[in-house]
Antibody, heavy 125, light 106 residues
Framework: QLQLQESGPGLVKSSETLSLTCNVS??????????WGWIRQTPGKGLEWIGS???????YFNPSLKSRVTISVDASKTQFSLKLKSVTAADTALYYC??????????????????WGQGTTVTVS | DIQMTQSPSSLSASVGDRVTITCRAS??????LAWYQQKPGKAPKLLIY???TLESGVPSRFSGSGSGTEFTLTISSLQPDDFAIYYC?????????FGPGTRVDI
């Protein structure tokens, strides 16, 4: 059974870089047509998609965050990672990693985010 | 950006009730809409995609409909396990966006 687990610092200083890793177990990160993504949730803005990566390294991002986001995949370690630079208090959130079934670049071949990690809280101080 | 709204923002219902939640998009999104359920302290769970396709393992009391700009999630007979927050999410555009959620309480 596929499981995702986020890890990383729970506290990040303002203006620094937030770094999170998602460990994938129970399935291959190189499975065709599955992307791997990040979502965050705050009481104020609700759920916000950050971006997604394919095992080849192909990425697509939320335009509002694109300039600050890097998402990469390490298939050998069955992990993918999020880096968000120049953080502010507005980046304080609960961060989830997810399996994205397809890409919304082709909506007809997209089937939703079917597996989620438990989430990790990141506070920017 | 496509904006998503949901109504009502919250509702109170009883076990056995038929519940309908509406999601509206600021522009047409065809049928590119998903619904998620979130319980306290848990990650969201995918219920429906492509507006009306039920995710595997989701009870048949859940159904979705709509196209264009207006969509509905219906729970035909509310069960104790269904008290949660429900979110719609559009994926018509490159960027996915979520609605603000509808809380279903007892």
């Amino acid at each position: 059974q596929l499981q995702l687990q986020e890890s990383g610092p729970g506290l990040v200083k303002s203006s620094e870089t937030l770094s999170l890793t998602c460990n994938v177990s129970g399935a291959s990160i190189t499975t065709l047509n599955y992307y791997w993504g990040w979502i965050r949730q705050t009481p104020g803005k609700g759920l916000e998609w950050i971006g997604s990566v394919y095992y080849t390294g192909s990425t697509y991002f939320n335009p509002s965050l694109k300039s600050r986001v890097t998402i990469s995949v390490d298939a050998s370690k069955t992990q993918f990672s999020l880096k968000l630079k120049s953080v502010t208090a507005a980046d304080t959130a609960l961060y989830y990693c997810v399996r994205d079934r397809g890409t919304t670049v082709t909506p007809s071949l997209y089937y939703g985010m079917d597996v989620w990690g438990q989430g990790t809280t990141v506070t920017v101080s | 950006d496509i904006q998503m709204t949901q109504s009502p923002s919250s509702l109170s219902a009883s076990v056995g009730d038929r519940v309908t939640i509406t999601c509206r998009a600021s522009q047409s999104i065809s049928t590119w809409l998903a619904w998620y359920q979130q319980k306290p302290g848990k990650a969201p769970k995918l219920l429906i995609y492509k507006a009306s396709t039920l995710e595997s393992g989701v009870p048949s009391r859940f159904s979705g409909s709509g196209s264009g700009t207006e969509f509905t999630l219906t729970i035909s007979s509310l069960q104790p396990d269904d008290f949660a927050i429900y979110y719609c999410q559009q994926y018509n555009t490159y960027s996915k966006t979520f609605g603000p959620g509808t809380r279903v309480d007892i």
